[in-house]
């Protein structure tokens, strides 16, 4: 069973950093596709970045430049690192798993394609 576990959300100051963390147990990312998403209060659930072996990574335009994601395969978890945050960036943030996706297609995928999910972790930017 897949499970995934999001943790490194927290309040900052805009122009911070924060590092989400996305554990995994039950598949392994060499055949995965990991992506992060985030919903904002009254907003649809929208991705923000994306890896995957296939095709490497993807950013949203908001956050190119300011958002880094990596993976560790030895640990298998993918992490977010966030810098020059702004107050738009505030949401949960959640991790999702899908077999054998091209993170190409994020931009034009629906959140309910990606069949496991994280409980989310909430990051809070502050004007």
């Known amino acids: 069973e897949v499970q995934l576990v999001e943790s490194g959300g927290g309040l900052v100051q805009a122009g911070g950093s924060l590092r989400l963390s996305c554990a995994a147990s039950?598949?392994?990312?060499?055949?995965?596709?990991v992506a992060w998403f985030r919903q904002a209060p009254g907003k649809e659930r929208e991705g923000v970045s994306c890896?995957?072996?296939?095709?490497?990574?993807y950013y949203a335009d908001s956050v190119k430049g300011r958002f880094t994601i990596s993976s560790d395969n030895a640990k298998n978890a993918v992490y977010l690192q966030m810098n020059s945050l702004k107050p738009e960036d505030t949401a949960i943030y959640y991790c999702?798993?899908?077999?054998?996706?091209?993170?190409?297609?994020?931009?034009?995928?629906?959140?309910?394609?990606?069949?496991?999910w994280g409980q989310g972790t909430q990051v809070t930017i502050s004007s």
């Open positions: 890896i995957s072996s296939l095709d490497g990574k």
């Open positions: 039950g598949f392994t990312f060499d055949d995965y596709t």
């Open positions: 999702a798993a899908v077999w054998s996706y091209y993170c190409s297609g994020l931009p034009y995928s629906r959140w309910t394609d990606f069949p496991s």
